[in-house]
C-alpha cells in the first residue's frame, strides 16, 4: 500500500513578525493557515465554554458544543455525572446528534443504531456476530467541568489544570447561583469579522462613549479593563461598594489573567441609583442567588471565547465560535432565576442594554474586519491608556499561538 503524506495546512506556515504595543498584521486575520494554527493552538489546548450547567440538569439532558471540525455531547447521567464525549460513532464515524440540546434515554447513532449509554458505553450493536465484544467499546471522552453554573471542556490530551480559574471564580461568581438558573432568552448572531476583532474589540472601552450609550447608562467608563486613568468619582464608589460587598458576605477582588491564565474575574459598582444593568437601574426579574440587595456587576471573561456579566437579577453570557476568517458565530444568552414565574420576568426591559451593546459591538468589529481585509490596512499603536487590556490579550495568543515569551511595548512605527 502507497503512503500518502500531507502536511497540515500550520506546518507550511511563517507568521508575520508582530511589534509590541501596535495591532497584528492582517495575516493573522486573513490567512486560513492561521485559523488552522489557532485551532490546534489557542482553542483545542485550553479550557473552553461550553454552555451552562442549568441545561444539562437532568438525566439524559445534553448539549453539544462544536469547534472547528470537533463536535462534542455534553451530557449528564442518571447518576448525576456530567460526560463529555466526542460525537462520533465509534462503529464507522458518523456524527450521533445534530440537534445543538435536548434530552435523551440513550445517545444512538443515527446510521446503524449502534446505542451508548449516557456514560458513553456501548450498549447494544446489531448484526455485529458473537465474537463482538461490546464491552471494550465506548464514546471517546472528553474532559469537562463545572464551575459555579457554567460547563468547559477541554479537547487537548493532557489538558492544564483547572484549578486556578475554579478557585478565583467561584469564589465571587458562587453567590449569584448560576446552577440555579434557567435560560430565558437566547440570541444567535453571524458576525462577517475574525474571532479576535470581537475579543479586542470587548478588551477595550476606547469605543464606548460614542457607541454604547445604552451600556453607559448604568456602567462606569472606568475600571472594566485595567485602565489606568484616575476619577474621584469612579474611585469612591469602587471603595464603598467593597465595603458594602463585604458586609454583605461576597468576596469582591480583581483578579486579572493571573501568572498568564486565560481568565478575568471583577465585581464592579454600577452608577448610583443602579441595581442592575437595565436603562433605569430597577430590576428586571426576581434577585438570583445571595448576593445582597446591590451587589454591582460581576464580569468573568475566559480567553479566548467567552465573557459573561452576572447582576443582580440576571446574568448574561457571550460564547465566540470561529467558523472561519471572517465569520465568528455568536450566542448571547440571558439567565434568571428557575423559580422566577415568566409575570414577573421583564423579557423587554432584561434584554434591552446587552441586546443593544453586542449589537453595537457587531457592526463596529465588521467595519474593522472590512478594513484589516483591505489592502490600506497597516498594524496601528494601541493606546497604552485605554488599550493596555488589547495589548495583554495580543501577548497571551500569542504565546498561545507560537510558544514565545511576552512581549515588550515600544512606541516607535514597525516598518510596513
Given amino acids: 500500500m502507497s503512503e500518502l503524506s500531507i502536511a497540515p495546512p500550520s506546518a507550511q506556515l511563517t507568521l508575520a513578525p508582530t511589534t509590541p504595543g501596535w495591532s497584528l498584521p492582517a495575516s493573522y486575520y486573513v490567512d486560513e493557515r492561521v485559523l488552522a494554527l489557532e485551532l490546534e493552538t489557542v482553542f483545542l489546548e485550553g479550557w473552553l465554554f461550553a454552555g451552562h450547567t442549568c441545561e444539562v440538569t437532568e438525566p439524559g439532558q445534553y448539549l453539544l458544543f ?74 471517546g471522552a472528553v474532559a469537562v467541568r463545572e464551575l459555579a453554573g457554567l460547563v468547559f471542556v477541554s479537547l487537548a490530551e493532557e489538558p492544564p489544570s483547572f484549578a486556578p480559574m475554579a478557585t478565583a471564580v467561584a469564589a ?18 453571524s458576525v462577517r469579522a475574525n474571532w479576535k476583532t470581537l475579543v479586542e474589540n470587548n478588551r477595550e472601552c476606547y469605543h464606548c462613549r460614542s457607541n454604547h450609550p445604552e451600556f453607559l447608562e448604568s456602567n462606569f467608563e472606568f475600571g472594566s479593563h485595567g485602565d489606568p486613568r484616575r476619577n474621584d468619582s469612579y474611585d469612591d464608589a469602587l471603595a464603598t461598594a467593597y465595603d458594602r460587598w463585604r458586609s454583605d458576605g461576597l468576596q469582591p477582588a480583581d483578579v486579572s489573567f493571573p501568572d498568564g491564565e486565560s481568565f478575568r474575574v471583577s465585581r464592579l459598582p454600577l452608577r448610583d441609583g443602579f441595581v442592575t444593568e437595565s436603562m433605569d437601574g430597577a430590576p428586571v426579574a426576581p434577585p438570583m442567588g445571595e448576593v445582597g440587595p446591590s451587589p454591582g456587576s460581576l464580569r468573568l471573561i475566559t480567553l479566548p471565547t467567552m465573557w459573561a456579566h452576572a447582576n443582580l437579577d440576571y446574568a448574561m453570557t457571550t460564547r465566540l465560535t470561529p467558523v472561519g476568517v471572517d465569520r465568528t458565530d455568536v450566542e448571547v444568552c440571558f439567565l434568571v432565576d428557575a423559580d422566577a414565574e415568566d409575570s414577573d420576568v421583564d423579557l423587554e426591559r432584561l434584554t434591552t442594554v446587552w441586546t443593544a451593546t453586542s449589537e453595537q459591538d457587531w457592526e463596529l468589529c465588521e467595519a474593522n474586519a472590512a478594513g484589516i481585509r483591505s489592502r490600506g490596512y497597516l498594524p496601528g499603536p494601541l493606546s497604552p491608556v485605554v488599550e493596555a487590556s488589547v495589548q495583554h490579550f495580543l501577548d497571551w495568543y500569542l504565546r498561545r499561538l507560537t510558544g514565545s515569551g511576552p512581549r515588550t511595548p515600544r512606541t516607535s512605527a514597525p516598518s510596513a
Fill in 66 to 139: 462544536e469547534i472547528g471540525d470537533d463536535s462534542v455531547i455534553v451530557v449528564r447521567d442518571t447518576e448525576g455525572v456530567l460526560h463529555a464525549h466526542h460525537n462520533v460513532c465509534r462503529h464507522r464515524g458518523s456524527r450521533i446528534r445534530d440537534e445543538p440540546r435536548g434530552q435523551v434515554r440513550a445517545l444512538m447513532c443515527p446510521y446503524h443504531q449502534w446505542t451508548y449509554g449516557l456514560d458513553g458505553q456501548l450498549r447494544a450493536a446489531r448484526l455485529m456476530g458473537d465474537g463482538f465484544a461490546k464491552g471494550g467499546v465506548r464514546l
Fill in 172 to 189: 465571587q461568581l458562587g453567590p449569584h447561583r448560576l446552577e440555579s438558573a434557567r435560560v430565558v432568552h437566547r440570541a444567535s448572531y
